[in-house]
């Protein structure tokens, strides 16, 4: 798993010239970029989320477009139209912004539930479909999505089935004292963003996808996972659980985080470290928990803390560790 990790820390190390303070957000989006998986970074105006995806992406080097959502937006505005040429007499495919391989979907939820389900097909298939032809989307393909909260004017909340899409949704929050300090002065003569170089190759980016593939996962973990995700459907304050989606999805990132880490093997605390953005989102909260201020952050920290890891022992009356996982911890 080195050559993961490795990749990850060029990456990381570069990004963060640009984001200040923000370490474990950037590595969760590079456990999307190596699971080939999409983001939600949600958060309010003015905290680096455009900002953020533009120097993932500058860092990859993968061909990068940027689609600006506003509600007056249609959906062939981003997967592109059919124009009749009259000198040949056919149709012609005029690429819509959608075909690049990294998608900036600036500020998503101010257009129109109509053009946000645009993207639905491309984000699952990897494919856009226009005048009952399809056409193949470049790999890797990943859409690196901002929204605002959904309590500002002007916003429209994303569809279930495009959330349950995100492999991860993140927040950014603000900065420290002392980093919004060093933001002030990083800028001072130029922004650090028009600077930002290429650190990793495609093929580079390829090859640690495959490599976290080979990260070795033992069944108790996969059984964790799975009472997870059950313990969300059976919650009394949760109207709609996480899908199998969700299990995947916590069990692909738990394996690119393990890789970050240096590891060829996933552990509970993998689990645990990647619960809360892979799941949360995929949660539909009843109408009277949302009367009580429940959100569904604060369920999945539930459910971490009441659902037991199977074949752990308990701790020992004197205190001491919670227990460990018995079974193979070997890299495979």
């Known amino acids: 798993m080195e050559s993961a990790r490795t990749i990850a820390d060029r990456v990381t190390t570069n990004v963060e010239r640009v984001i200040v303070g923000k370490h474990r957000e950037v590595q969760l989006v590079l456990v999307a970029l190596l699971c080939r998986g999409h983001v939600l970074i949600e958060d309010v105006p003015g905290v680096g989320k455009t900002v953020l995806a533009k120097a993932i992406a500058r860092s990859i080097g993968c061909t990068f477009r940027r689609i600006q959502f506003t509600p007056d937006l249609l959906p ?143 069944r108790l973990i996969s059984e964790y996972i799975v009472a997870l995700v059950e313990a969300s459907r059976a919650h009394d304050d949760i109207y709609l659980g996480a899908s199998p989606r969700g299990s995947l999805a916590l069990f692909n990132s738990a394996r690119a985080w393990a890789a970050l880490q240096g590891r060829g093997y996933v552990i509970p605390d993998d689990i645990k470290d990647l619960a809360e953005p892979t799941l949360a989102h995929r949660l539909i909260i009843s109408p009277a928990a949302r009367m009580k201020n429940i959100d569904s952050r604060m369920v999945v920290r539930e459910l971490l803390t009441s659902v037991a890891v199977p074949g752990a022992r308990a701790a020992a009356p004197s205190g001491g560790d919670r227990g460990i996982l018995r079974g193979r911890r070997s890299a495979s």
């Not at 139209?81 to 990294?102: D, H």
């Not at 989307?137 to 899409?165: C, M, S």
């Open 76 to 218: 062939s505005d981003v997967t592109g139209v059919s124009v009749f040429n009259q000198g040949s007499a056919t149709f012609e495919y005029r690429p819509g912004p959608v075909m690049a391989q990294i998608v900036l979907a600036d500020e998503i939820n101010r257009a129109t539930p109509k053009t946000q389900s645009a993207l639905l097909e491309s984000m699952e298939e990897q494919q856009v479909t226009v005048d009952g032809v399809t056409y193949r989307l470049p790999e890797p393909f990943i859409v690196l999505a901002t929204e605002n909260p959904i309590e500002y004017e002007g916003t429209f909340p994303l569809p279930e089935a495009q959330l349950d899409r995100f492999l991860l949704r993140l927040s950014l929050g603000y900065p420290d004292r002392g980093g919004e300090i060093d933001i002030l002065e990083r800028q001072r003569h130029t922004h650090p963003l028009d600077t930002l170089e290429q650190v990793v190759a495609i093929e580079e980016l390829v090859a640690a996808q495959q490599a976290v593939k080979e990260v070795h996962v033992e």
